[in-house]
């Protein structure tokens, strides 16, 4: 009876004696990075670059989305702390305070290239080239007519213009909390709404509430963060469009096709030349106080920056990346390789 | 005399419809039944489209694409320094040897355009390969040899058949290039469909035709090791005490409860507690299979404590009676006869705990399993994933190979469960009694 005991209690202490040993472990073998899901697959490219070529382990990556990722990487320095962040936008005041306030002195910052965000459709539906206002006009809650807001009456894309398809307007796109949703309402919803003149008299936070509230007639349908869902019902729906990442065009031009904004079709060139209106950067940021502790930083951000990974024909053009026209690459891998760091004021403003 | 006069009437005012209530009570079993049957077709063909859509999208993920190249790697063109020993060999790069290869298989093709697009033919991983074979044999250095290579996976997709030759070439996925090209050396016999060991042996990656699911089985084994030698032996503990020593007042009254209410909590929130405490407080590493096993232990503690209660109760009292009248202390009751007779349900509500852990992926997103993780974890303190995640990360990706890989992840994963609750039957078909 008493061997049992024993060996019950030497079960559970076993258990419990576990991780003593390497949870209190000082530094980490490993780099982690944390951050945007738009940036995750450009980044798992390069750490398993990284991780067959040098001799230092293959980085962790977490998906966690940009704030998620800032908010991870913000928290403080040491070896519980993610070494770099992914972002699909650039790090906000309120960030860079946090950061500063947490101890995280020195940020260094790497703008990657560029991603387009399109609207498509289905390749059985109608081809189309929409301007940004018509886009806004199709999703807000309220739309200007006759020198009022009035709740949206439009029903199909020709209500709005009549040089467009007599269809009816569903849309599909990205919920809230995702970065993709961030960068389509400051580029398409506010540059679309701005153009109207009633609008953009408006306050700042008036216009904003005006330019960024969605209609909730079912017009527009949040599918989750999960841009295959989003192709699948374009498929499956060829009246409807979605909003989603110019890599998913890339992998499926066999069924969907991106519309024409302000008369300019989503390609490498348009969004690398910045003529496609909808397109974002994508960056990523390290602190600066693990380089050296943390063994293989200088050599991930080497690697990142290499013209065969970012460059035009570089590895991850292929996985979808616009890259950053040359003489600005040259500058942010200068830039990167020293560890320049970021100046709070330049955000902060 | 009033009385008969009663039951006359009553007999004249009713007609005997015995008959046709009884036509009506059968009827109505009968469509009792049917709707039975309807409920139980209804469940095993969403079932079968289930299953038949997962097999169907991932069966061809079990095969991978090959082609055959006639390598002749020399020293210099490897750059390699020294004699060729492992460890020089290492150092070397065999992807000027693959291209060569591949330019000599089409001569026809010149011009750094339209080569750098054939070096898109092949996969990356070709070179490594080819590296390995040499290492393991030195002497090929040198020497002209034939070795099975990956395509890329755009080149699998054609191959599968999963590329629309009729559409025109800007909506197809493909140049029509690589279509000539793979058809070219598909009639000379160099380009065939190989079993894919790479998505047992291979870890995580980018490359739809390198990625493979043991380092996210390894993990998977490694938490749920976890989860069992923790959530085990305190949630039969608690059962035994529960059942067997603790007196029924308001107090047990109240951990039934909430035993019972923590069975139906969202896995979500055992997420957050486990980056709340054991991460934040504690300190244990993210995205280590001992925090995933803390945490689904959690969550399968109260689904095992429940079984192993009804388990312990279905144990007749004579039994316990029996024991003690011979002289049995209480714990001798248990130990030596209440709880071995309990066992195989006890193990019954296990399995299916863990089964449950096994397919769970919410709690582990809060504490950073959730990651791509190419190494594959040996111990409970390395980084790690498990399977449901790594379903859930190829799932998200743009690359049309992805999808059959999905699905082929997820019958692997299906088998896993489908094994450990065939266990979990059989041990009660085995071992189970009746009173």
């Known amino acids: 009876m008493m061997k049992k005991t024993f060996a019950i209690a030497a079960a559970v202490a076993a258990v419990t004696a576990l991780p003593s040993g390497d949870a209190a472990a000082q530094a980490r073998e490993q780099i982690r990075i944390v951050g945007s899901s738009t940036v995750y697959p450009f980044a798992t490219s390069v750490v398993e670059q990284f991780g067959k070529e040098t001799q230092y382990p293959t980085p962790v990556i977490e998906s966690t989305g940009s704030g998620g990722g800032l908010q991870l990487f913000c928290a403080g320095v040491g070896a519980e702390h993610p070494d770099i962040t992914n972002a699909s936008r650039r790090i906000k005041p309120s960030e860079v305070k946090r950061c500063q306030e947490n101890g995280v002195q020195k940020i260094t910052e790497v703008k990657i290239g560029a991603d387009g965000i399109v609207f498509a459709n289905s390749v059985e539906g109608p081809d189309a080239d929409f301007q940004l206002k018509h886009i806004w006009q199709a999703l807000a809650a309220q739309v200007p007519q006759d020198g009022e807001l009035v709740k949206n009456p439009y029903e199909t894309w020709a209500d709005i213009d009549s040089s467009l398809p007599d269809k009816k307007i569903e849309i599909y796109g990205p919920p809230p909390t995702s970065g993709t949703r961030d960068a389509w309402n400051e580029l398409a919803m506010m540059g679309g709404c701005k153009q109207f003149d009633m609008i953009a008299s408006m306050s700042e936070s008036k216009m904003e509430e005006a330019c960024l509230t969605y209609r909730s007639d079912g017009a527009w349908i949040e599918a989750g963060e999960n841009d295959t869902l989003i192709v699948q019902k374009l498929n499956s729906n060829t009246n409807a469009y979605g909003i989603f990442g110019y890599s998913f065009l890339d992998q499926n031009r066999n069924t969907i096709q991106a519309a024409k904004i302000n008369g300019v079709a989503p390609t490498v060139e348009n969004i690398s030349a910045d003529q496609y209106p909808i397109s974002r950067s994508l960056w990523f940021y390290v602190k600066n106080a693990h380089v050296g502790v943390i063994p293989g930083i200088e050599a991930y951000v080497k690697e990142f920056t290499r013209a065969s990974t970012w460059g035009p024909n570089g590895y991850l053009v292929e996985k979808g990346l616009i890259p950053m026209p040359e003489q600005q690459r040259n500058a942010w891998r200068q830039k990167a390789r020293n560890f320049e760091p970021l100046n709070p004021e330049e955000i902060m403003g | ?435």
């Not at chain 2, 046709?20 to 469940?43: M, S």
């Not at chain 2, 080569?115 to 030195?138: H, K, T, W």
């Open chain 2, 1 to 435: 005399m009033s009385s008969t006069a009663n039951t006359a009437d009553v007999g004249m005012r009713r007609p005997d419809l015995s008959a046709q209530r009884l036509r009506k009570r059968y009827a109505a079993e009968r469509r009792f039944r049917l709707y039975g049957v309807i409920a139980v077709v209804t469940a095993i063909g969403m079932l079968a489209v289930l299953l038949g859509s997962i097999v169907q999208n991932g069966y061809s993920a079990f095969w991978q694409t090959q082609m055959k190249l006639t390598v002749t790697p020399t020293a210099e063109q490897i750059g390699l320094e020294g004699q060729p020993t492992p460890e020089n060999l290492r150092d070397t790069n065999f992807r000027p040897v693959v291209y060569e290869a591949l330019f000599q298989l089409f001569p026809e093709v010149t011009g750094e355009q339209a080569r750098r697009q054939l070096r898109g033919f092949v996969s990356g991983a070709a070179a490594r390969d080819i590296r390995e074979q040499v290492i393991e044999n030195p002497s090929l250095l040198g020497t002209s040899f034939d070795v099975w290579v990956k395509t890329d996976d755009k080149i699998d997709m054609l191959h599968k058949g999963y590329v629309d030759r009729a559409l025109p070439p800007d909506r197809r996925l493909l140049d029509t290039e690589f279509i000539q090209w793979h058809d070219q050396l598909d009639a000379r016999g160099r380009v065939e469909a190989f079993f894919n060991t790479t998505f047992f042996t291979g870890t995580d990656s980018r490359e739809p035709e390198q990625a493979g699911i043991l380092a996210a089985t390894v993990g998977s084994f490694l938490t749920l090791f976890v989860t069992l030698l923790l959530s085990f032996p305190i949630a039969v503990l608690a059962a035994v005490y529960l059942e067997e020593f603790a007196p029924k007042n308001k107090a047990t009254d109240l951990i039934e409860v909430n035993i019972n209410n923590l069975a139906a909590v969202p896995s979500i929130v055992y997420g957050l507690l486990g980056l709340a405490v054991v991460i934040n407080f504690f300190g244990f590493p993210r995205s280590s299979p001992l925090v995933g096993g803390i945490v689904l232990s959690l969550m399968t503690l109260p689904t095992i404590i429940i079984s192993a209660r009804s388990a312990l109760r279905a144990v007749p009292p004579s039994i316990r009676e029996a024991a003690l009248g011979v002289g049995a202390s209480r714990i001798q009751t248990v130990t030596h006869h209440v709880l071995p007779l309990s066992l195989p349900g006890i193990l019954t509500g296990t399995i299916i705990g863990m089964a449950q852990a096994l397919g769970e992926t919410a709690p582990l997103l809060m504490v950073g399993m959730v990651a791509f993780i190419v190494e594959v974890p040996t111990s409970v303190t390395d980084p790690s994933t498990v399977l449901p995640v790594q379903v859930f990360l190829w799932s998200t990706s743009p690359e049309r190979a992805f999808i059959e890989k999905t699905s082929a992840a997820i019958m692997v994963l299906l088998a896993f469960l489908i094994a450990m609750n065939a266990t979990a039957v059989l041990l009660r078909k085995q071992f189970e009694r009746r009173w």
